[in-house]
């Protein structure tokens, strides 16, 4: 059982004052995290912590109650601009921490077609980075990450370039990752209802500083996975209600602001 | 697309036909005097001469071969050096403040300039002929390399660590992948300064060479030897220059897909 923990983790930016506040926050394993909220309201900067890109001004975070120094393997990372390598082919991608393990070259190509199948790209392992589309790209950053083995997979705004129909496949195959693999998953996204739809517990960021406002358990992609389809899901009235919320609460205070 | 590129390799072709025959026309009509312009025809029987008899006491594949081993062997070095202080450049601020200054000192100086120094600290032997040229080409590949480590994304860089890569692997499997383009074309560049330097380092003492043939040559005034050295250096440059495009394409194809 791997837990993540924020401390009342803090974050300064010489330039910028302020990123983060007072961040309180246990993320265990199997969770399904979503994290929306208005640009410069922090989102980016709690998974470049939780991924150890960025080390807190204050505060302290831990992973199963050991300091977190730096990245590991251990939190993978998905990036929204994909942030493949175009100098491998897709199967040496999805196989790049199996190399840096020094795994042997065979076993490092069957569990890369079998990561690739499982992400819906089965035999494209041969393929160049230029020759896929952008959903199918996202697919093998996605992969790429599965490979490490990851005890929590980050994820920041993986689906915000793609198109609506993509979009929605994606959120599927989100969904079938996260539950076959066991990992924690934490998803930034700009959408509320792709949010609510994946999450098994929605935070929405408020900015100035950073601070977590909201903390909702939800459980519609867990019934989605149960067998309940996505439309009827995203037409329930609690859906709609909490929706409109979380939409509310995004942008409480915006009006302040501007004035 | 395709119809410029039709239209810039006809203008070619047809500049090339141009000026063959204004070259004949003023040597055969006697416009300039053979003596300081031969006729083509003049050059290639020069050049067959040279292939088979020789010229300043060796034959045209010795002389080519010669300069050849300098300017490949100046390469070879200079790349071992200048790509590691790219790397330098690039990554770490202490190496940024000292290597910065010594490359960008090197880089407009001109060969004939440091020539004589060369030669009063290393003698006129082998050496410093290929550390002339190997001069010339330290800069280009550095700076190429530098800039090209900067292609490798954060993301790139963010996406290795996290997926458990040392510093030692992030410049490995990302850092030198990703410049690898820009170090293709610096190699270009530096050969382009290579064969520039070629003639400068076979100035003094050198017994073979294409510069040490052109400049035997010259002093006596034997003007279609020049000529066909001079046309002898350009062909190898461009046979390089097709290689390495070669190379590209076969080795490095993601350099024509950002």
């Known amino acids: ?259 | 697309m395709r119809d410029t590129r039709h239209m810039t390799l006809l203008t070619g072709i047809a500049t090339l036909a141009i000026v063959l025959t204004v070259w004949t026309l003023a040597s055969t009509r006697g416009w300039v005097s053979p003596v300081f312009l031969p006729s083509p025809l003049q050059v290639l029987k020069a050049g067959q001469l040279l292939i088979s008899q020789g010229y300043a006491g060796s034959t045209l594949g010795a002389h080519a071969a010669a300069s050849l081993g300098r300017v490949m062997a100046a390469l070879v070095l200079t790349a071992l050096v200048a790509v590691p202080v790219g790397v330098l450049i690039a990554t770490s601020p202490v190496g940024r403040g000292v290597l910065d200054p010594i490359i960008e000192f090197v880089r407009p100086l001109p060969p004939l300039a440091y020539l004589p120094l060369i030669i009063i600290w290393f003698g006129i032997g082998e050496p410093s002929k290929i550390l002339v040229i190997g001069l010339a080409m330290l800069a280009p590949i550095a700076i190429s390399t530098a800039a090209g480590v900067r292609q490798a994304s954060l993301g790139q860089i963010h996406a290795a660590r996290s997926l458990g890569a040392t510093r030692g692997q992030v410049l490995w499997f990302v850092l030198l992948p990703a410049a690898l383009p820009q170090i293709l074309t610096g190699v270009r560049i530096a050969l382009g300064a290579g064969w520039t330097t070629l003639v400068a380092a076979e100035l003094v003492a050198a017994a073979r060479g294409l510069g040490y043939m052109i400049q035997s040559a010259a002093q006596f005034l034997v003007t279609d030897v020049v000529i066909a050295g001079i046309l002898v250096i350009s062909a190898l440059a461009f046979a390089f220059e097709v290689i390495l495009r070669i190379v590209e394409r076969l080795f490095i194809p993601w350099a024509s897909h950002r």
Not at chain 1, 25 to 44: A, D, H, N, P, Q
Not at chain 1, 152 to 181: I, K
């Open chain 1, 1 to 259: 059982m791997s837990l993540l923990s924020f401390d009342d983790v803090s974050l300064d930016y010489s330039t910028q004052g302020a990123v983060l506040s007072g961040i309180g926050l246990s993320f265990r394993r199997g969770e399904f995290l979503t994290v929306i909220g208005r640009s410069g309201s922090g989102k980016t900067s709690l998974l470049n912590l939780a991924a150890g890109f960025l080390s807190p001004s204050r505060g302290r975070i831990t992973l199963d109650g050991a300091p977190v120094t730096g990245p590991g393997r251990e939190r993978a990372v998905v990036f929204q601009d994909d942030a493949l390598f175009p100098w491998l082919t897709v199967r040496e991608n999805v196989a790049f921490a199996l190399r840096l393990s020094g795994r042997p070259r065979a076993e490092r190509s069957d569990r890369a077609e079998a990561l690739l199948a499982g992400v819906g790209l089965a035999g494209q392992g041969a393929k160049r980075i230029w020759q896929l589309s952008g959903g199918q790209r996202q697919r093998v950053g996605i992969a790429r990450a599965l490979a490490a083995d990851p005890a929590f997979l980050l994820m920041d705004e993986p689906l915000g370039a793609l198109d609506a129909m993509t979009r929605d496949r994606m959120q599927e195959l989100l969904l079938r990752v996260w539950s076959d693999s066991g990992a924690g998953v934490l998803l930034i996204t700009h959408s509320v209802e792709e949010a609510l739809f994946l999450a098994t517990r929605v935070l929405v960021l408020a900015p100035d500083p950073g601070r977590i406002v909201i903390d909702r358990a939800v459980d519609y992609g867990q019934r989605f996975l149960d067998g309940e389809t996505s439309r009827a899901l995203r037409a329930e009235p609690g859906f709609i209600a909490l929706r409109e919320e979380l939409v509310d609460a995004i942008h409480a205070g915006e009006e302040a602001n501007h004035a």
